[in-house]
């Protein structure tokens, strides 16, 4: 069942990050950033549960205005489904649904950035009929200890 995240959806889906960046972040500072996201209508989280294994699936959508577009930009911040149950379409359908909830917010494009080794993630957008327009170039500025978006982490 695809349905709305909400607070109780929040250990599921820091796992679910967790598994995708290959990490452990900092569980008070996920926390905090989810609380405020789930307040912010700028952000549409989705969840993919079935009733045996719980939630296997999210999708993290931020929508917002861009000078540049003149218009609203639909963002998928992350999409990550659990070991075990991908490739059987549930990535789809929570993109399908990001998609939508986007187009009825009045979102005129939908974008993601994804790491450059994601392979598997750049195919999988592509089938979903995503093009790869733009290169996203980043810059650290938490110190050189930082492992966020360094290229293969």
């Known amino acids: 069942m695809l349905r709305q995240a909400v607070r109780k959806d929040e250990k599921a889906a820091y796992e679910l990050i967790c598994d995708m ?24 989280p989705l969840v993919y549960e079935t009733a045996e294994d719980g939630v296997i699936g999210f999708l993290n959508l931020r929508m917002e205005s861009h000078l540049h577009h003149c218009g609203c ?11 075990g149950h991908r490739s059987s379409g549930i990535g789809r359908e929570l993109f399908r649904e990001a998609c939508q909830q986007a187009k009825a917010r009045g979102c005129i494009q939908i974008e993601v950035c994804c790491n450059r080794l994601r392979l598997d993630a ?31 982490i």
């Open 21 to 44: 960046e290959q990490t452990r972040l900092d569980e008070a500072a996920f926390h905090e950033i989810f609380c405020g996201q789930q307040e912010n209508p700028a952000y549409c």
């Open 73 to 83: 930009i639909a963002e998928v911040m992350e999409l990550a489904v659990a070991e």
């Open 122 to 152: 750049h195919r999988f957008y592509e089938r979903e009929g995503m093009k790869k327009y733009h290169f996203k170039l980043t810059m650290n500025l938490a110190g050189e200890t930082a492992a966020e978006n360094r290229l293969g």
